[in-house]
């Protein structure tokens, strides 16, 4: 085995690893079964091969020691985007964190927010903090949609994400401390209203 061969092996296997990151983070389509044959193929061609030199033998342990750990990574991944489970915070499947039940003390601020100036505005300082409030004007905004026959489905990270660019850009424009927001419907349309 020459030091050429190595080289190749290492830019191949490096072009694996890029290719498996894409198809994990979504842009590529499928896996790259077919350079991963290919680098299996040579890697499992040397295994056997009578190596002289200590430092090519060394280098090409190395080489199917890192090919063989990203491998089991490589194939857990798979696995559980085969069975739908997370495969982590940066992956293609990871699943949303269900939020945490209720406490009575926080679905009693929940209650205060809601009542804030009517029962459909709610009292939001920190989007974060007073996520008792923002939950439950999600509930009520779906709950109005649903009765004025919108379709689609907003989801509650999405909705919380948009309360809180809405009030951190309010109270930072207006030195507010707080921002209130009032659910509208005009013309079967359900809008936010914030003051």
């Known amino acids: 085995m020459a030091d050429e061969s190595l080289d190749q092996v290492e830019l191949l296997f490096r072009q694996l690893q890029i290719e498996w990151e894409k198809f994990f983070a979504g842009t590529e389509k499928k896996p790259p079964a077919e350079l991963r044959t290919r680098i299996e193929a040579i890697i499992k061609r040397y295994a056997y091969a009578e190596i002289r030199n200590n430092a090519e033998r060394f280098r090409y342990q190395a080489i199917a020691s890192r090919y063989n750990t990203f491998n089991e990574l490589w194939n857990k991944r798979m696995r559980a985007i085969e069975e739908g489970r997370p495969v982590g915070i940066h992956g293609r499947a990871a699943a949303l964190v269900p939020p945490p039940p209720v406490r009575p003390a926080v679905a009693a601020v929940a209650a205060r927010a809601a009542k804030?100036?009517?029962?459909?505005?709610?009292?939001?300082?920190?989007?974060?903090?007073?996520?008792?409030?923002?939950?439950?004007?999600?509930?009520?905004?779906?709950?109005?949609?649903?009765?004025?026959?919108?379709?689609?489905?907003?989801?509650?990270?999405?909705?919380?994400?948009?309360?809180?660019?809405?009030?951190?850009?309010?109270?930072?424009?207006?030195?507010?401390?707080?921002?209130?927001?009032?659910?509208?419907?005009?013309?079967?349309?359900?809008?936010?209203?914030?003051?």
């Not at 008792?132 to 009765?147: M, S, T, W």
Request: net charge positive; aromatic share 8%.
């Open 116 to 195: 804030g100036a009517g029962s459909n505005e709610f009292r939001v300082s920190s989007p974060e903090k007073d996520e008792p409030a923002v939950r439950a004007l999600y509930e009520k905004f779906v709950e109005a949609r649903q009765q004025a026959g919108e379709k689609g489905t907003v989801k509650f990270d999405n909705f919380q994400k948009l309360i809180s660019q809405q009030a951190s850009k309010i109270m930072a424009d207006k030195g507010a401390q707080a921002v209130d927001f009032r659910l509208e419907s005009k013309e079967g349309k359900v809008s936010l209203k914030e003051k």
